[in-house]
Every structure is written in C-alpha cells, then in structure tokens.
C-alpha cells in the first residue's frame, strides 16, 4: 500500500502541474458553457444554478475527484453575473477555489450578437505528507504544505442563430502546488493556455434536434487537445450523445429534461484504451434547473429550453393553425351543395371537435357600461354573451373609444354579422374574442377594424355590469357615440398645414400628459411629437438602415428587441406594414408604421394615425441620401 502511495504521489505532481496549466475538462460542458467560458454568463436568459460531481479512474484508490456549483444570471443593460465554487481532490492533494464572472451582451443587429467575460477569484491548495512513507525525507521537508493563488479567465462568444463560437483564455495566472515560495502566487501568463469552442443546433423538426460540438486546448507546456462531441435531442426531454477526447477515448452521454426548466445528465468516460484495464472508467453526473425568467437580453441559448421557438411563439403558432383550420373549414362549407359535401363537413367537425361554434348573442341595454382607459379616456363597453361547448356562459366586453380628436360622432356596427367573432389563445391560457365592427365618423368613409378583449365568466361580468339587458342578434348591435367636449378648431386645421423642417441636432423635448404605449420609447425625441416638426437624417451604412423616403414614426428604442416588441403589438392591432429600422446617425431603432416618397400622403397619414387610441404622438421622419 506504502508503495501504491509513491507511484501516487509522482502521478500527482505530473498531475497537479498539468491541472494547473490546462483548464479542467468536463465531459458534460455542453451543459453549461460557462465553465469554460466566463462569457456565457447569463446565456441562458434565467437566473440558473448547475452542480457537478466527476470521479475519475474509478479502479484506483483515492483516484481524482471534484465537484462545483455554479449559477449566473442576465441583467439589465446586457450585462450578467455569475460565481463558481469548487473543490478537488486527488490522493493527498486537495484543492479549492471560487471566482466571480460579469458579461455583457452586444447585438450587431436582430441576428448577430457579441458576448464578452472576465472572471476573477482565488484558491487553496493543501498536500498531507503524513500519508507517506517517510514524511519528513528531506524532498519534503522544505516544500509548503498549503498556498494560496489567484483564479482568473476572459473570453469572447459570438452567436448567430443556432451558430455559436467561444474562444477564451481560462487561466490568467499560473501557480505551482509543489514549490518552496511563500505568499500568494499570482504568475500572469494569459499565452499559456487558449480554448476555442464551436457548436451548432440543427432542428430536424419540432420535435428532433441535433447539436455538435468541436473543442480545441491549446496549451504551451503539454500536447495540444482537440475534442468533439454530438448531442441528440429526442422530443426535448431525453438527449443522448458521445464525444471523443484526444488521448482520453470515448464518452457516452445521457439525459433528461423536466418542463423545459430543470436537466439531469449521466457521462461515462471509458478511459485512455492502453490504460483503461487499469484505471477504470470514469463517471460524471450534472444537475441544472431555471430559478426565473429574465427579459433582460435580447440573445439567449439554453441547452434546458432546446426547442426551435420559445414556448409562447409555440402558443401563437398553435393559434395561428387552429384559425386557419376554421377558416378552411368555414370556406368549405359554403361550398356545400350536396348531401355528399355535407357528409364531409360532418367529418371535418368529428376530427376537429374544437372548432364546433356557439353561436354570440349582443345584450342590448338601456344605460351604457363605462370604463376610463390608460389613456385617460371614457370608453363603452358593448356586452356579447355565449354558451360554450362545456355549457357555461361567456361574456366579452367590446370597449369603444370615444371619437378621434376633431371630430363629433362615431357609428359603430357588426361588420359581418353572420360570421362568428375570431376566437385566439394567449400564451397564459386565457381567451380573446376579437369583434369585427364597421366604424363610421361624422358620416364619413366606414372602416373595418377588429378590437380584441378577454373572454370572461359570467359572474366576473356581472361583478363589472348590473345593467338588465335584452338579448337580440348580433347584427343588431348598432351604436352611435359622440364627443362631448366642443370640436377645436386649430385640430382641424392641421390637416391641411405645412410641416416645418428640423435637424436632428439639439432637440428640445415636449412633455405632453399621455405617456407612450411603451415605456422605452425615448424622450429624446418628444420634439418630433408636435403636430408640425419633422425630423430630417441622413441615410447610413447598416444593414437595417432606412432608406430613403417620408416615414410615420410610432416609437423610438436604444434597443432593438424593445423596438420589436413595440412593433408585435402595433401588428396585433392591424398595423400590418409596421417595420424597425435603424439609423446610423442617431443610434437608435425606429418602429415605422407608414412609409412613402409623397410627403404629402406620409403628412395625411400621420394625421390621421394620431387620433387613434395611444398613438397621438406620432410624428414624421424624412430620410435624405
């Protein structure tokens, strides 16, 4: 035994240096590139913790060992932070340590992003001569027993798609165990060691994804290692791989994934074949979980949450399948005209229970039903009710803004009284109804729009309306609405007034009473709000640049994914030529709803726009080569 000890302590030291000069290799890093990389903190976009134990050479006697616990989390602004702590062993050596990581997060455009990371920490190292034969040999004697040491890594990612390459410095500073020098030890030698890593997640459909991964250690004072590794991703709740390690063999992987927030993964490591008879395999299991949600980032990449779309772009999708299915089968039966058609139809509605439609009916009441928007404005609300396939009863309210600015008299009627109300899912369960009304001001030109509200319980409804009501057809409800302040005569008069040019320099901002519909809409560029300024900018390099031309302006972002999500909701609400576009001079991200060469008609349209519910603020932009 006092033997094995020897050759224990001489496979340490060759072992002990080489750990010190080789970042640590984890069979299951795919898991958690951060402990590798320092600028994966936060990739995940949650707040994340992950633990690992790795038993090496398992047929040896205190053969090495180590364990870590590890957690990150995305920030605002880009930035995220992360901390590592961690304990190894081998034999007679013992070593801990912990560090601290910050990242930051920079989006070339809606594709290509950039993540940078830097860690730093300290450590322990300890050796126990006593477990020899002669503790006291002069070879020990003058050598420290513990030591203290510096921990530092920096590294860079890049990210398109599913496409990510890292490349990092994972040990800023070098230390030796076995040595006679006091103090702490804090060698900066960053050359010494560089790891460049690549992987890529292909989806072979919705439910099979498959993920390679190519790892290369360049170290100055050892042989260079490469490695590879492919993960099978199987419904996004089992995965199964192997990777090969230069010099090290062949690697088995298996896992599994719980509601798409917590993982659980098995590696088996067969060894080096010339020596694996006699070390034994190794053994490595790794534990993440999703603490929370964070919207802070607009890039993030989890190897939890591996589907191809997020689960509320699932949700939508769904949505959007289950409309188009009515649709189709709502054409097809106007298209009935024999028995053999209507066999058909009885068919689709057999396969499709879902679709089977309960017909809405409008509760006419004597005293109107009120409520005051964000806005600050006193909508009405029209109350439709429906008994639903499970035989309760459900009630929408249809709110109706009060007419525009400017103007005296709003009509509101059911636009196609003989189709039924769109019917869509949120992502959190709930239902909208949207009710399709022909609006008409002061006798004009009728416009259709559809205003979409939450399909609620009939005791909530009553909660909201005590009003006795008669139940009639949908095509009777008709309502006509009118302003009841006095008409300004300066807001008519705007329609037909010249715009006055502006620069983009030295803007001085308007605070007006109503906020904007998303509160990162910058400030800077409330000057742009009044009804006669346009702002005029030069036509940049980037490839979402605006060209040239007149734009209607909704809203102005500092980032793109914010100016995104403005946009989603303007679509949602009919917008359906809503777009984001950059400018070069300025920074910033533009949601563009409206765009043309006519200044004139982009003038009309910016004029006609602003009376509409919470886009009074909207303004021109002209863009000049």
């Known amino acids: 035994m006092k033997k094995l000890l020897w050759i224990i302590i001489l496979s340490t030291s060759s072992y002990v240096v080489s750990s010190q000069n080789l970042p640590r290799v984890y069979n299951q890093f795919f898991m958690n590139p951060y402990v590798y990389n320092p600028a994966y903190a936060g990739v995940e976009g949650h707040s994340v913790i992950f633990a690992m134990y790795q038993d090496r050479w398992s047929r040896i006697e205190n053969a090495p060992s180590i364990s870590h616990i590890n957690f990150h989390i995305p920030l605002k602004g880009g930035l995220a932070f992360g901390a590592l702590a961690y304990n190894e062993k081998f034999g007679p050596y013992l070593e801990s340590g912990g560090k601290v990581s910050t990242s930051y997060l920079i989006s070339v455009d809606r594709e290509h992003f950039f993540r940078f990371g830097l860690s730093l920490g300290a450590g322990n190292t300890m050796i126990n001569y006593d477990e020899f034969d002669s503790p006291n040999d002069s070879r020990f004697t003058d050598l420290i027993q513990s030591e203290s040491f510096l921990i530092g890594d920096v590294g860079v990612a890049y990210h398109f798609n599913h496409f990510n390459v890292g490349v990092s410095l994972p040990n800023l500073f070098e230390h030796r165990p076995l040595t006679q020098t006091e103090g702490l030890q804090y060698d900066f030698k960053p050359q010494d060691n560089i790891m460049f890593k690549i992987n890529y997640r292909g989806h072979i459909n919705n439910r099979v994804a498959i993920e390679p991964h190519l790892l290369y250690r360049y170290n100055k004072l050892t042989n260079n290692q490469y490695e590879a590794a492919v993960i099978l991703h199987i419904l996004h709740v089992v995965w199964v791989g192997g990777a090969y390690r230069q010099d090290d063999g062949f690697i088995g992987h298996l896992g599994v994934k719980l509601k798409e927030k917590m993982a659980f993964g098995y590696a088996y490591g067969y060894g080096n074949p010339t020596y694996a008879s006699l070390t034994g395999p190794s053994h490595e299991i790794h534990f993440g979980f999703h603490i929370n949600k964070h919207d802070h980032h607009g890039h993030s990449s989890s190897f939890i949450k591996s589907h191809q779309l997020s689960a509320e772009e699932r949700a939508r999708q769904a949505e959007e399948e289950r409309l188009r299915k009515l649709q189709a089968l709502k054409e097809s039966r106007q298209q009935q005209k024999d028995e053999d058609e209507l066999s058909l139809v009885a068919q689709a509605k057999k396969e499709e229970p879902k679709e089977i439609k309960h017909n809405w009916n409008y509760e006419k009441e004597t005293d109107p039903i009120v409520r005051i928007n964000q806005y600050g404005e006193e909508e009405r609300g029209i109350r439709f009710d429906r008994i639903n396939e499970k035989g309760e009863e459900e009630v929408v309210f249809s709110w109706l803004p009060p007419p525009p600015e400017g103007s005296t008299e709003e009509t509101y009627e059911i636009a196609n009284p003989a189709e039924e109300p769109l019917i869509r899912v949120r992502p959190d369960g709930t239902k909208e109804a949207g009710i399709k009304w022909k609006r008409t001001i002061d006798g004009g030109e009728p416009e259709t729009l559809i205003i979409w509200n939450e399909i609620i319980s009939l005791e909530k409804a009553n909660q909201l309306d005590?009003?006795?009501?008669?139940?009639?057809?949908?095509?009777?409800?008709?309502?006509?609405?009118?302003?009841?302040?006095?008409?300004?005569?300066?807001?008519?008069?705007?329609?037909?007034?010249?715009?006055?040019?502006?620069?983009?320099?030295?803007?001085?901002?308007?605070?007006?009473?109503?906020?904007?519909?998303?509160?990162?809409?910058?400030?800077?560029?409330?000057?742009?709000?009044?009804?006669?300024?346009?702002?005029?900018?030069?036509?940049?390099?980037?490839?979402?640049?605006?060209?040239?031309?007149?734009?209607?302006?909704?809203?102005?972002?500092?980032?793109?994914?914010?100016?995104?999500?403005?946009?989603?909701?303007?679509?949602?609400?009919?917008?359906?030529?809503t777009r984001v576009g950059h400018l070069s001079q300025t920074g910033f991200y533009y949601v563009v709803i409206y765009n043309s060469q006519n200044l004139n008609q982009v003038t009309k349209e910016k004029n006609r726009v602003k009376n509409l519910s919470g886009l009074s603020k909207v303004w021109v932009l002209t863009v000049e080569e």
């Open 466 to 577: 005590h009003n006795k009501a008669e139940e009639v057809e949908m095509g009777q409800a008709k309502i006509s609405i009118r302003r009841e302040e006095p008409v300004k005569e300066e807001i008519v008069e705007e329609e037909v007034s010249e715009p006055v040019e502006s620069t983009v320099e030295d803007p001085k901002p308007v605070v007006e009473e109503k906020t904007p519909l998303v509160a990162e809409n910058l400030e800077d560029h409330e000057e742009y709000h009044e009804n006669n300024v346009r702002q005029i900018a030069k036509k940049g390099n980037n490839m979402l640049d605006l060209g040239t031309g007149h734009y209607v302006v909704a809203g102005v972002f500092e980032e793109f994914w914010h100016a995104e999500d403005y946009s989603d909701k303007l679509f949602e609400r009919g917008f359906h030529d």
